[in-house]
């Protein structure tokens, strides 16, 4: 195959090139070739148009891109080394811009869109993000990374939502149910001194939930509203355990429960016969099986 011979006058557009190299056709070669089935005649050209410049692959006869290719687009610092049909984007590519500090896309393309398995790094701030895409968007199962922060879960429409786990040099954050980039719904997050399981409502605390301390000398389990412990639960501080009546974090009362085995026996009996309770537990589940089925994926 010829050698490209475009030159990049972009002075970051240059940098960002040297700094992650060119596309390696040979790698990809016949999984696209066979993938994309060009059955057209092809033949080698160069030309420009205004800022627009291609080198490449073309159906035989025109200047419609068809197979192996490289162009740059001077006025909006995009160069584009990969795979066309039919003059569109389609295969596999890298793509580099100027844009937003410079950010450079590797992977799968559909009709100049981002769309199957891909790589995007921003160079200026950091982030790296691996995993599945499209409509040029991040859609399904992916990995975020910046320095020690990283993000393994779900996206829809370039937001994280569905199950996925936010960690921080190794230390969870944040592990369960996304809605729109927010935590909603079933989850476990970690507040520094205090750790949280339970329900989410964009981001607070809401419904029920269980919150305690590292050493375990401070318990509560209850209810939650607006991100404060807020209707009745159990609270377990100074070694005793009280049944509490909350309302916004403060408790209005409490009563000191002298056999905690016995106070749980009861609390078991009149748990199960209360519809309330199969009901969590059957969202308790479901949460549970979408889980599993992420790590399978």
């Known amino acids: 195959m010829p050698e490209f011979t475009i030159k990049i006058e972009d002075e970051l557009l240059t940098q960002l090139r040297g700094k992650y190299g060119e596309l390696n056709f040979n790698e990809h070669f016949d ?31 025109t200047s419609i891109p068809y197979g192996r ?24 590519g890298k ?6 500090g410079g950010y450079i896309y590797e992977g799968e393309y559909s009709q100049n869109e981002f769309e199957g398995q891909g790589t995007t790094i921003w160079d200026e701030t ?16 992916g990995f975020l990374q910046q320095d020690f922060f990283t993000y393994k879960g779900n996206y829809l429409n370039d937001l994280k939502h569905g199950f996925g786990e936010q960690r921080y040099g190794g230390n969870l954050l944040y592990k369960g149910m996304h809605y729109q980039d927010i935590m909603h719904g079933w989850g476990q997050a970690d507040e520094g001194v205090y750790q949280y ?9 809401h419904g029920f939930g269980r919150k305690w ?20 639960g159990l609270l377990k501080s100074d070694g ?31 748990t199960l016969f209360n519809n309330a309770y199969y009901w969590r537990l059957m969202r ?14």
């Open 31 to 61: 999984r696209i070739e066979e993938l994309l089935n060009l059955s057209k005649e092809r033949e080698w050209e160069k030309y420009t148009e205004g800022d627009y410049t291609y080198e490449g692959e073309v159906l035989k006869g």
């Open 284 to 297: 308790f589940i479901l949460t549970q099986c979408l889980n599993k089925q992420d790590k399978v994926v």
């Open 95 to 100: 793509e580099i811009r100027t844009v937003t």
């Open 240 to 270: 005793v355990y009280k049944f509490v009546m909350m309302y916004k974090d403060k408790a209005i009362i409490k009563l000191p429960i002298y056999n905690f085995e016995s106070y749980m026996t009861r609390a078991v009996r009149r």
């Open 197 to 205: 399981e339970g329900e989410f409502q964009m981001a607070a605390k």
């Open 126 to 141: 950091g982030w790296n993000h691996t995993g599945a895409y499209s409509g040029g968007d991040k859609n399904g199962y």
């Open 69 to 92: 290719g490289m162009f740059y687009l001077q006025s909006y610092g995009i160069i584009y080394q990969g795979w066309f049909f039919m003059g569109a984007k389609h295969g596999y």
């Open 213 to 232: 301390s590292g050493n375990l000398n401070y318990i509560y389990c209850g209810r939650f509203k607006d991100d404060l412990k807020h209707g009745r």
